[in-house]
């Protein structure tokens, strides 16, 4: 259980030190006669959803799938591309190179360009 609070919902950084979201969620492996082995965090707003409300998640990633190929499921990234620093998890990726930010890349495209002043 310890894992839960070392990992779920930390920070993580990409490899040029910006902001790449929190994780929401992580997947084990779970192996016959080992203890169980994190083989991927989850960052997605389906998976952060779908610990309140599975029905909630599911609309919201039909409503993904319309942010372009491979939306639509949570983004998983291997543990071992994760280096824990003090307070946050940093990512060897641009998080540029990855759909991690598709929402808000969406948002700023089509809503928050158009309001006057922005």
């Known amino acids: 259980m310890r894992l839960f609070g070392q990992v779920l919902d930390k ?3 990409d490899v040029n030190g910006q902001n790449a979201g929190r994780i929401d969620g992580i997947v084990l492996e779970l ?3 080992a203890p169980p082995r994190l083989t ?3 960052v997605s707003p389906i998976t ?3 610990r309140f409300s599975r029905r909630l998640a599911r609309w ?6 319309r942010l372009g190929p491979g939306r639509g499921t949570p983004f998983r990234i291997p543990w071992h591309r994760l280096t824990h620093e003090h307070t946050a998890f940093r990512l060897d990726l641009d998080i540029e190179a990855t759909a991690i930010n598709a929402l808000e890349d969406w948002l700023r495209e ?3 360009e158009h309001i006057p002043g922005s």
């Open 48 to 50: 952060l959803l779908a």
């Open 40 to 42: 991927y965090v989850e």
């Open 31 to 33: 192996r016959p006669d």
């Open 60 to 65: 919201y990633a039909r409503f993904d799938q």
């Open 110 to 112: 089509r809503v928050v």
């Open 11 to 13: 920070q993580l950084r």
